[in-house]
């Protein structure tokens, strides 16, 4: 209840005990009545808008809102500007590229190939390849000529339509919270040695070359 409406009640209350203002009391009744409504509506208001300011706080990332693998990719694809087709094949890239049936591995594929989104040399190779802005996007990113021989080769199209490996779960998780692992641009397969490398799985891939 306003501030308002309790200042109004001891006055209308001492109008109702002095028969000179009864008069005067029946006449401000119905505006008393509209007030206290006023009164009430405005806390409830204050009330709603505070719950829904804490909901709103209480889910500062991604990661804390429960719901199904099929609204994440949802949102993926629209954040990434993504179709559903184009999301598939992405997906079928990293699990042929990354160690089979190894989260972390599939994590950091598809961790390297955002971070080509964010680098500038990548970024301007892929769209002298397919034109302006492609290489911002995950999907060209991951078919451009020359960096990943399942998709030249065709081996990822074994992959496509998985969406229930480990594998598939670490791409989700990844481009839904985009909680890094790596800062790496480039990798080669477990049994390539290279100097300052770093492998996330057993027979992981090797990652170097720092964005």
């Known amino acids: 209840m306003n501030k308002l409406t309790i200042d109004v009640l001891p006055t209308w209350w ?6 000179n203002y009864r008069k005067l009391t029946y006449i401000m009744l119905p505006l008393l009545y509209i007030l206290v409504i006023l009164g009430v509506s405005s806390q409830i208001a204050q009330n709603k808008l505070t ?6 706080k209480s889910m ?7 719901i199904s693998n099929e609204d994440k990719r949802e949102i993926i694809l ?6 559903s087709d184009e999301f598939d094949v992405l997906c079928a890239i990293v699990l042929a590229e990354a160690e089979y049936n190894s989260y972390e591995d599939a994590y950091a594929v598809i961790n390297t190939i955002y971070n080509r989104t964010k680098s500038n040399r990548w970024i301007k190779s892929v769209n002298n390849k397919f034109g302006n802005n492609k290489g911002e996007n995950l999907y060209y990113q991951a078919i451009a000529p020359r960096q990943f021989t399942v998709y ?24 839904y919270t985009e909680e890094l692992l790596h800062n790496y641009l480039s990798f080669r397969s477990h049994y390539i040695k290279v100097d300052g ?3 996330f799985s057993s027979k992981g891939n090797n990652y170097f070359n720092e964005i």
């Open 14 to 19: 001492g109008c109702i005990k002095n028969k």
């Open 51 to 56: 719950i829904d300011t804490l909901a709103i």
């Open 60 to 66: 500062d990332t991604y990661a804390e809102i429960n």
């Open 78 to 83: 629209q954040k990434y500007q993504l179709t």
């Open 152 to 175: 030249e080769h065709g081996a990822y199209k074994k992959y496509l339509g998985d969406r229930k490996s480990i594998g598939y779960q670490a791409i989700i998780d990844f481009l």
């Open 197 to 199: 490398s770093e492998t």
